[in-house]
Every structure is written in C-alpha cells, then in structure tokens.
C-alpha cells in the first residue's frame, strides 16, 4: 500500500479552515431518542471484528480494516456533531505486535494513510488531536504524520480525537510509575504525597476527562488492556456487529442506553 500519493504539503493546509459540519439541534437529537444532557462526554471505543468481517466475506484481513477506516471517518464526523468533548480509538495494541509481520506492516501503512488523508478533515471539523501509547516501535513516517496533525490542530477548540495506538493499559501504568518513583528518588517528590490525582498526572491521558462509555464491537467481552485506570467507572455497551459495518444509527442506540442507565459511582440510586 502507498500513501505517496496521498501526500499534501503541510504548507497547502496551513490557515486551513473550511466551515465545518453544523452540530446536531436539539429538535434533531430529541428526534433520535436523545438529549443533549443524557450524552457522554467521552466515547472510547474497541474496533474488534475487523478481520473476521474480511474473513467472512473471503477477503484480505487487510481489507477489512480498510473498510474500517470508513467507519473511522464516520464516527469522527458523529461525535462531533453530537457535541462530545472526546473520542478515543484503540487503534492498534501493544499486543497487536504479536500478529504476523505482514499484517503489521500493513496496520502501520494504513495508519499512516489515514493521517495524512485526514489531516485536512480533522482541521475541517476543528478537532483537537491527540495520540497516546509508547511512540517508540511506531517507525519515523507514522511519527512524523502524528507530529505533524498535532502541531497543525494544536489551536482547534472542537471535540478531542485521541487515537490509542501502540496502547497497552499495563504498560502506561508502568510508564507512570516509573516517572513517579524517579521523582521520590531523586528528592521531589514525597511517597506520602501519592495520590490518585498524582498518578493520573503522570498518564498518558493526563488532561483528559475519564470515559463515560465504552464501546465494543465483534461482541467480545472484555476490555483487554485499554484504559484500565480510566474506564473504573465507565458504562460498557458490547454489540455483536463487527466494526466495518457498526454504523451511526447502532451509536445512537449506545447513547440511547447510556442515558437509560442508573450511574451510582459507588453510591445509591436516586430511585433507592
């Protein structure tokens, strides 16, 4: 797979600010079953299936997760015009080096592709951008794509889309822990000092809110290494719909059942 052709001068994108999508009316939502009020702040999401819906239809694996990125860029524009403060996508685990090589390589050129073909959507729809995970491993043309998206939305004020990619839960609860005990080690910080909110501090997500609602696809059910701090107090919605063909109206019915949905936080219900 080439992406060269895709490939535009960041120069052509600077100062790049076509109007984006008008977010949803309220008339619109109520429409859906949905209200404004009833909505997370922070979808995360697992985008299972993707080879098994190849698989199925006796194509490539490859292709299946071509065709996911369609589902990507739709699920983008959705939460957006939702008005959601936050997507998160696990985009490629930790894990997922264990794969063949082949299939590797080719996620990896696929990612690549897509920051460079959706550069210009992500500053259409003013989105923040964030990648979090171990950005060693991810080769210096993914690197680079990131860095470049990210200095190139750095002052958008739209919803935040973070992509999880080289992403392992335990691995950035390690990454934490190092940083804070070479901080006790070298005298600034105080053991006793620790904290939730000092650990939080030293997350990949440092700055971002929890997720409310995680979705995930291909019916599994688990939460294999994403999020585990974050998601402690997160809503689950498992579909057995694989996430090539998981589509707006199947988000919308997630929203719909987050809302239905008593959240206690440890406490009583409202209703006890």
Not at 95 to 115: A, D, F, G
Not at 147 to 172: F, H, I, K
């Amino acid at each position: 797979m080439s992406v060269v052709s895709s490939r535009r001068p960041a120069s052509a994108l600077i100062g790049f600010r076509a109007a984006p999508d008008d977010p949803y009316s309220d008339a619109q939502l109520a429409a859906w079953g949905l209200v404004r009020g009833a909505l997370p702040r922070h979808v995360a999401a697992i985008m299972d299936g993707n080879g098994r819906w190849a698989q199925a239809r006796g194509l490539p694996r490859i292709e299946g997760h071509r065709r996911g990125v369609q589902t990507v860029r739709a699920m983008v524009e959705e939460c957006s015009r939702l008005g959601l403060e936050q997507l998160t996508l696990y985009c490629f685990s930790s894990e997922n080096w264990k794969r063949p090589e082949l299939e590797q390589r080719l996620l990896m050129q696929l990612l690549e592709q897509y920051l460079v073909e959706e550069r210009q959507e992500i500053l259409r729809q003013n989105l923040k951008f964030a990648v979090i995970g171990r950005r060693d491993g991810l080769g210096d043309a993914v690197n680079r794509e990131i860095d470049l998206t990210e200095s190139l939305a750095r002052d958008n004020t739209g919803m935040r889309l973070c992509l999880a990619v080289n992403y392992g839960s335990r691995g950035e609860l390690v990454d934490a822990m190092r940083s804070l005990a070479t901080d006790v080690q070298a005298g600034r910080l105080d053991p006793a000092e620790i904290d939730e909110a000092a650990i939080e501090s030293r997350l990949y997500t440092a700055g971002m809110p929890d997720p409310d609602l995680l979705i995930r696809t291909a019916g599994e059910l688990r939460v294999s290494n994403y999020l585990l701090w974050q998601i402690s107090y997160a809503e689950l919605w498992v579909t057995p719909r694989c996430w090539p063909e998981f589509s707006c109206e199947d988000l919308r019915q997630a929203l719909r059942d987050f809302a239905a949905r008593d959240r206690r936080f440890g406490g009583l219900s409202q209703c006890s």
